[in-house]
């Protein structure tokens, strides 16, 4: 018989009973039963129960050991009869008596309940990653991004793509995030950049004619955390294809993103072919670039109605207005609610009305009924085709600002009213990205998006067009409110690639200098690409229905990027930072002076620590 097990914990079945068998694995719970021990072992593939019986040397050994100890058990299988079958275990027909134990490798007092949600915090979960990977729930969020990955793998393989390595060691490029740069210890002074992307590396692969290239690659950025964003590193489906169009591209990927959904998403409905949305449509309509089409409600712009209007508070701002339907039965906690939600957005307060009706005429009640003329009635109640039962809630002020917190309550409010599908994935493209945008704070014109994309009308859109008005060839697909990727069809012209970086503020130098490699490609016969790259990390999150990407990745930084198992960052000696020619300066701290002393009179001194700690 093997050293180790003859079977895994998971596999063994009735058919087995009355067979010798050789277990190794993790105690994973532990019963004692009148002297008679019962025990969960477990190991990678399942769990299976041991009954150990007293007065034997495996029930003292057995007795006396912490949970999570790894052993090795023989035994013999038996059946559990029928009253004592687990239907919710494939291994719940039988039960193994053990007959010999040995301890494989000890285990000190755990930190945390394995076997249990104990609401243990996430610095501690990440600190002793390794146990908290044992859990049911960790173990199949990784073995699920296992499955999927090996899934895209094959179906890009299968649809005439190759499998491609791009260096990690590169150049900086302006992919909108920070670099994590690595100094040179043969060129003083000077960095490799960890890639953002494969970005110039794949568009040089299809200039050297591979024609259809992906890549499960890992990118880097140095940005903070959010709840769909790991800091540090994620990976990606990378894709990129010659001689096709932004209509190509979408068919490749819509066939591998809904035959992934659709095989590991527990049954949940997927929506294909996938809408497409312009930008600026969804800004209007979902107040975002990134609209969870699960909500089943629209926002609409009726400015128009408030032009002029003598309600100072809408009159001559931009006004989003959400018509809820089938609203009557909501009590006024329903509008209290989401006002107070609106607040957390950001919001000074929701204004609403609802809409009921008179002599089978519609009426509007509420805050702000009385401040709105029968014009004002009748041309809202054209624009959002409100029918009596509606709640109208409406957003005024700055349009980005009115977008971001209406498209927010326009989430919460389809959830609160019934609204909002549960148990679907609803994908779409957003399209028409604008190429250029101006910064707020400067008013210099900066690239929106990607830089390498290729502008809507080419040259002389570039040339003829106001920057802000030029579209390009890029999209992003999103699926229930989650950005999964951005893409584009590419520049491939050189000209076009100096006139873009131009109106971005790049000189002729200044693109040879920073791009020279991917411009010389350009001038020695470039097809027409372009590609996608969906987030590996947000596709699990999404199946394996998590609220936070880190849940997905077996060993992710925190929130403040650090690993806390391994201890990174770390600081090195002298002797290394030497060797790399490299100087270390800290931020300065600056020290805060003491309080001064309480005088006997009552009186105290200023205190120094507010301009101290300024």
Not at 38 to 67: C, M, W, Y
Not at 370 to 390: H, I, R, W
Request: glycine fraction near 8%.
């Amino acid at each position: 018989m093997h050293r180790y097990r003859s079977h895994t914990c998971g596999e063994l079945r009735a058919s087995d009973v009355d067979t010798d068998v050789r277990l190794s694995g993790w105690l994973h719970n532990r019963r004692n039963l009148g002297g008679i021990l019962f025990i969960d072992l477990r190991d990678h593939h399942g769990l299976v129960q041991l009954v150990v019986r007293p007065d034997t040397a495996a029930n003292e050994a057995l007795s006396s050991i912490t949970k999570e100890t790894v052993v090795r058990i023989d035994g013999k299988v038996l059946t559990r009869g029928a009253d004592n079958v687990n239907a919710e275990l494939p291994t719940g027909d039988i039960e193994v008596e053990v007959t010999d134990v040995e301890v494989l490798g000890a285990a000190d007092p755990l930190p945390f309940t394995i076997n249990a949600d104990d609401g243990v915090n996430e610095e501690r979960r990440l600190e002793y990653r390794f146990l908290d990977l044992r859990r049911e729930r960790m173990h199949r969020n990784i073995m699920l991004r296992s499955a999927v990955i090996a899934t895209l793998r094959q179906k890009m393989t299968s649809l005439g793509f190759n499998e491609m390595a791009t260096p990690i060691l590169s150049a900086t490029s302006p992919e909108g995030a920070r670099d994590f740069l690595v100094p040179s210890r043969l060129h003083a002074g000077r960095f490799y950049a960890l890639p953002q992307a494969p970005q110039q590396f794949k568009q040089l692969l299809m200039i050297a004619g591979f024609d259809r290239y992906f890549q499960i690659a890992p990118c880097f950025r140095d940005e903070d955390a959010r709840a769909d964003r790991s800091p540090g590193e994620f990976y990606q489906l990378d894709v990129e294809m010659s001689f096709v169009e932004q209509e190509d591209v979408f068919e490749v990927i819509e066939k591998v993103m809904t035959e992934v959904f659709q095989e590991y998403g527990g049954g949940r409905e997927v929506t294909s072919p996938f809408v497409r949305i312009p930008f600026r449509e969804a800004l209007v309509k979902y107040g975002s670039d990134k609209p969870d089409l699960r909500a089943k409600l629209e926002l609409v712009d009726v400015s128009g109605v408030f032009a002029g209007s003598g309600f100072k508070a809408f009159a001559d701002k931009h006004v989003r207005a959400l018509a809820v339907p089938d609203t009557a039965g909501q009590s006024r906690k329903f509008f209290d609610q989401m006002g107070e939600f609106a607040v957390e957005q950001g919001a000074k307060g929701l204004a609403w009305v609802r809409v009921g009706e008179d002599a089978g005429q519609p009426v509007l009640t509420g805050p702000i009924a009385k401040f709105l003329t029968e014009d004002d009635v009748k041309a809202l109640l054209g624009e959002l085709d409100a029918k009596p039962g509606t709640a109208i809630f409406f957003g005024a002020g700055e349009f980005d600002e009115v977008s971001r917190i209406m498209g927010a309550v326009r989430v919460e409010a389809a959830k609160r009213a019934g609204h909002f599908e549960e148990n679907v994935f609803r994908f779409c493209w957003i399209v028409d990205f604008p190429m250029f945008e101006k910064d707020e704070e400067t008013g210099k014109i900066e690239f929106s998006h990607n830089p390498f994309s290729m502008p809507q009308g080419g040259l002389e859109a570039l040339r003829t067009m106001d920057p802000l008005d030029i579209l390009a060839w890029q999209y992003d697909i999103v699926c229930n409110g989650t950005e999964l990727s951005s893409g584009a069809i590419r520049n491939h012209e050189p000209e076009i690639m100096y006139e873009a970086f131009e109106i971005a503020g790049y000189s002729k130098d200044d693109v040879e200098r920073e791009f020279g490699g991917m411009l010389r490609a350009f001038k020695f016969g470039a097809p027409p690409h372009g590609g996608i790259a969906p987030g590996v990390d947000r596709i699990v999150m999404l199946l394996a229905d998590e609220p936070n990407i880190r849940e997905t990745i077996s060993f992710p930084l925190n929130g403040n990027a650090q690993d806390l198992l391994m201890g990174a960052p770390s600081e090195v000696d002298e002797s290394r930072l030497r060797e790399l020619h490299l100087n270390i300066r800290k931020p300065q701290v600056k020290a805060v002076a003491p309080k001064a002393a309480v005088k006997t009179d009552a009186k105290a001194e200023p205190a120094a620590d507010a301009k101290a700690a300024e």
